[in-house]
């Protein structure tokens, strides 16, 4: 099986005005109360592509009665490369929901096998392709994306949620994309999408970040990233197939930051809508080997910005 995980750049949502219209009806308010719910999309991203195009065309809701489908008025198209750290794309804002209890909610995609996805990609930057896909970098060549879950169930969150009666839900779909992509043999050119995806109420959430050494990140062969892990957790390569409650909560890529002449002058990383708590951060180049190997102390606060630096380390 060859693994893409550990070397695509996943991330973004281009956004746009769209037309929504609701059908069905869910929820659990008294009285027939509603409240308003708003989501977007962020990503942890990976190394190696140069688009990652999502095509979503519906969003369900799963309360105590029937679920209410809200159906985009056209395939709304993402591209996640767009959005990294602390940043969200929206693609549904204030919509109105009955109040109460969610079970869960359904993002519906189009990711079919043997899609046409990316056919008539040309745009080096936007999503002018068709449906879902994936361009890769070293090759410049699109890439149908497919869920196999997409054609019965799209994306489902399973996390459950509430819609606040005359308030506002405001929440984040977290992807990480690392623990997502695969290409195994029989399915090429198709790359395969099992997406892990964290559903995060953005008033409950705090954000991480730092600069890394330039030795650190310009070192040979270095694909720069930071994996941040449970507290406890032992900085632990991502292995395809594997369910490891050791694996990294969250990953994210190392960005240059330059002059207006185009020096880089240093190095830095954002992961954001990180439930509060402790963790261990680490520094990686290949996704296998970690700087420190213990890697370091990390607490996440609520609505504020935790700062962890990655230093050359003392011989």
Known sequence: MTNYSKGFLFSALTATAVALSGCGGSGSGPN????????????????????????????????????EVVVLDAPEKVNLLDFQGANAAPILAGHELPAGNYNW?????????????????ADPVECDGEGSYMVMKDTGLAH???????????????????????????????????????????????????????????????????????????????????????????????????????DPVATAMVNEQSNDDGTVVEYHYSIGFLLPGDYEAAFTCDGAEFEPADGKPATIVVGELTTVDFEVPVP
């Open 32 to 67: 027939d109360a509603t409240g308003f719910l708003s989501l977007g999309v962020s990503d942890g991203p990976i190394h190696g592509a140069t688009k990652v195009c999502i095509e979503f065309t519906e969003i369900e809701f799963k309360g105590e009665g029937p679920s």
């Open 105 to 121: 909610m359904r993002l519906g995609i189009n990711a079919v096998r043997d899609g046409t996805g990316g056919t008539g990609d």
């Open 144 to 246: 149908n994306l497919y869920v196999p879950s997409s054609a019965n169930n799209g994306l489902k969150l399973v996390s459950g949620f509430t819609v606040p009666a005359n308030g506002t839900a405001d929440f984040t779909a977290e992807f990480d994309l690392a623990k997502s992509l695969t290409a195994p043999p029989g399915l090429d050119p198709d790359v395969v999408m099992r997406p892990t995806i964290r559903l995060v109420n953005n008033v409950e959430v705090g954000t991480l970040t730092g600069q890394v050494a330039n030795e650190l990140a310009t070192a040979d062969a270095c694909e720069p990233s930071v994996y941040l892990f449970d507290d406890g957790a032992p900085p632990n390569a991502i292995v395809d197939g594997e369910d490891d409650p050791d």
